[in-house]
């Protein structure tokens, strides 16, 4: 059973930087950290969750395009962290920020996706004053 735990949110200005964590912690069968797609969804008030960023265990990545050129993800395999960098925020990025791990083979195959993973983190508030 693998568990997820963000952390790093806070309350930020307009144009500011920040960045959050997500570390895992457990593991599935015959399954490593490293072998995990890991992405990271987002939700604000009285909206839908929403695709954020995605990356694969070789390290390929995909981002919405609401986020792309400002937001980085990375991850340390060795801490089994997932990292999520946001800088020029605006208030439109007030969120909470979730971070979700594919552990094993679904049918889905798009990172977009939210049942493209099995395992999700509590979630951690990210807002952007203006």
């Known amino acids: 059973q693998v568990q997820l735990v963000e952390s790093g949110g806070g309350l930020v200005q307009t144009g500011g930087s920040l960045r959050v964590s997500c570390a895992a912690s457990?593991?599935?069968?015959?399954?490593?950290?490293?072998?995990?797609?890991m992405g990271w969804f987002r939700q604000a008030p009285g909206k839908e969750r929403e695709f954020v960023a995605a990356i694969r265990s070789a390290g390929s990545t995909d981002y919405a395009n609401s986020v792309k050129g400002r937001f980085t993800i990375s991850r340390d395999n060795a801490k089994s962290t997932v990292f999520l960098q946001m800088n020029s925020l605006n208030p439109e990025d007030t969120a909470v920020y979730y971070c979700?791990?594919?552990?094993?083979?679904?049918?889905?195959?798009?990172?977009?996706?939210?049942?493209?993973?099995?395992?999700w983190g509590q979630g951690t508030q990210v807002t952007v004053s203006p």
């Open positions: 979700a791990a594919r552990t094993r083979a679904l049918g889905i195959i798009t990172p977009s996706q939210r049942n493209y993973y099995d395992t």
């Open positions: 457990g593991r599935t069968t015959g399954r490593t950290f490293s072998t995990y797609a």
